[in-house]
């Protein structure tokens, strides 16, 4: 477990950033954005390939936040990771700010793919590795992060297929499985389960893993490497707001700024770890 | 005349620049025989994707080839790419000014017996309220291939907006294509016709009848309707004073819309618009398509004299 410790730390600081990032601007998304931590903290902290002085470097690893309204847990891993300073992190949603709403590939050092609305991520990061299997760089990873409710877009399943299609091995999908959306839990809005089968029906290699554990994430991501021919999706069971007590399971947090006596206490919730 | 159809020009080009440059890849949505893409999939099959019957996707994986540094074409018929593929073309492509081409063809009521459903007259009008990008409507097949091989060396997200009916070439084949420039095809003091596409030999044919009636008419192919060549629509409407618009799309939002902004902010001009009267189309022949919606050098011809009184 003290394997892990670094690890861990990152993650808390990424939770205290989103929770006082959230609150600054008295808007944003904590839920789905806390519920992703694990899953960030691992690919940005041991996993993807970078370079904080060349963001657009042609060999780095790539990361698509298809649920781009978890841009409080993006923006935190960056700044966090050194593509710029954590002070710029409160400016979040602020008039001028280059920290947009939803991830802006044009001003914001580190962010790979334009995001916001729902459903087009997969499409993006199926289009980078096409580019990175015609360069022949076999080394390069590209990873996106889908929301379960995202899932119920149908350009969503057009990219499923077309990765499938082209045998993009070199992507790597998470879907942050927290069962809920904006309107309440997914298997009411609009069921999307069974995952796991829909994947494999669609020729992708499929992982169920624990979205907190991050032995659970890293080895997911090692199998999912070795599965050639084939694109990965590890589906990533989570809880939409980990790590905050009155936050955690409820859909009523997924897009919902904590008041000043809330954050505090979120914040002292956080301190612990 | 010799004649070509925008889109077989388009092909053509596409398979030359295909070679030319190993960053151009091209991509479709199950129409490549239509979209004349399959030339270049024939010559390049590893930079040629078909995505299937998924405009969304098209978009969007176009959208991820040019992050990563491709110069992607991305075709099928303009309805479903300005219309199914809207917001994607919005959020993917033209907000983070990727370097997509998106080389719609089968635009306009030409498209014929397909009928309402695949005959794109807005799509101007979407692609041109869009930030960051161009729209280009070549008017022959010399254009079309000429735009073709600039748009490529443009740096930014660009509309193609290409045509199925094979169109009288007007341009040679020593034309200096300049995307940002409208050239004028025939001088004239007494009425400004500027058209797009379909409409410039139309306009020309227009041209020379008002010239028997007496009516002096210069013709401007405005080939690039965003950015727009201001300069040259003020200086036809300052020195003609009479201005006509003509385009095979709806007068709303296209060409007309276009011109009319302008000349409304800077050089108010007495003006008609030809194009579709804010109506879907129907099955038929192009030609009868063009007579029964009013497409037609006839048109321009009542239009001019109408102004002329
Ligand atoms: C195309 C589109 N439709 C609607 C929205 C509004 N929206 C933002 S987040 C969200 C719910 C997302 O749920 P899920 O994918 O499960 O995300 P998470 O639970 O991880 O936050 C919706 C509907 C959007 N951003 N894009
Ligand atoms: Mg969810």
Redesign the interface.
Known sequence: MEEYANLRSIAARLRRHIISMVAAANSGHPGGSLSAVEILTTLYFKLMKLDVSQPRWNQRDIFVLSKGHASPVYYAALAERGFFSPEELLSFRKINSRLQGHPDRENIPGVDMTTGSLGQGLSAANGMALAAKLDGQEQRWVYVLLGDGELQEGQVWEAVMTAAHYHLDNCIAFVDWNGLQIDGEVSQVMNTSPLKEKFAAFNWHVQEIDGHDFAQIIAAVETAKAAKGRPSAIIARTIKGKGVSFMENQAGWHGRAPGQEQAQQALKELEVE | MAKTATRDAYGKALAQLGAENEQV?VLDADLSGSTKTAAFAKEFP??F?N??I?E??L????????????I?FASTFAVFAAGRAY??I???VA???LNVKIAATHAGLTVGEDGATHQMNEDIALMRALPNMTVVVPADGPEAGAATLAVARHQGPVYLRLGRPAVPDIHGEDYAFDLFKAPVLREGGDVAIFACGYMVHLALEAAAQLEKQGISAAVVNVHTIKPLDKETVLRYARRCGRVIAAEEHSIIGGLGSAIAEVLGEEQPTHMVRIGVRDTFGESGKPAELLEKYGLTAEAIVQAARKLMQ
């Open positions: 890849v590893r930079r994707f995505l299937g998924a969304a996707d978009i969007g994986t176009a959208a991820g080839l040019a992050a990563a540094g491709k992607p917001d994607q919005r959020a993917s907000y983070p000014k």
